[in-house]
Nanobody, 123 residues
Framework: QVQLVESGGGLVQAGGSLRLSCAPSGRTLIRYPMGWFRQAPGKEREFVARINWSGGITDYADSVKGRFTISRDNAKNTMYLQMNSLKPEDTAVYYC????????????????WGQGTQVTVSS
């Protein structure tokens, strides 16, 4: 059973930065595409970013392009989400995910999920 553990969430002022980390426990996922989703209160969970197993291909939601950067360090079995120029509308629970497939971002459906980490951006 794969467990994904997120860390790095917190409270930050608008314009600030945070870096989220995600590491699996129980097994390595260096051959799996991984990504981030988020869910704001009262809204559906939405895709944020994803990265293929080698780190050579990334996709981003339009709302975070140019502000967020996804990366991974397979030697450390860890994925990251660097979030800059944060806005109040980025406030959400952020979920780490890993998948066995690589579909279009709009229909990509990961197989494994973390418990989520809260990101709150104050205005």
């Amino acid at each position: 059973q794969v467990q994904l553990v997120e860390s790095g969430g917190g409270l930050v002022q608008a314009g600030g930065s945070l870096r989220l980390s995600c590491a699996p426990s129980g097994r390595t996922l260096i051959r799996y595409p991984m990504g981030w989703f988020r869910q704001a209160p009262g809204k559906e969970r939405e895709f944020v970013a994803r990265i293929n197993w080698s780190g050579g291909i990334t996709d981003y939601a339009d709302s975070v392009k140019g502000r967020f950067t996804i990366s991974r360090d397979n030697a450390k079995n860890t994925m990251y989400l660097q979030m800059n120029s944060l806005k109040p509308e980025d406030t959400a629970v952020y979920y780490c995910a890993a998948a066995t497939g690589w579909d279009k971002p709009q229909t990509w459906s990961p197989d494994y999920w973390g418990q989520g980490t809260q990101v709150t951006v104050s205005s």
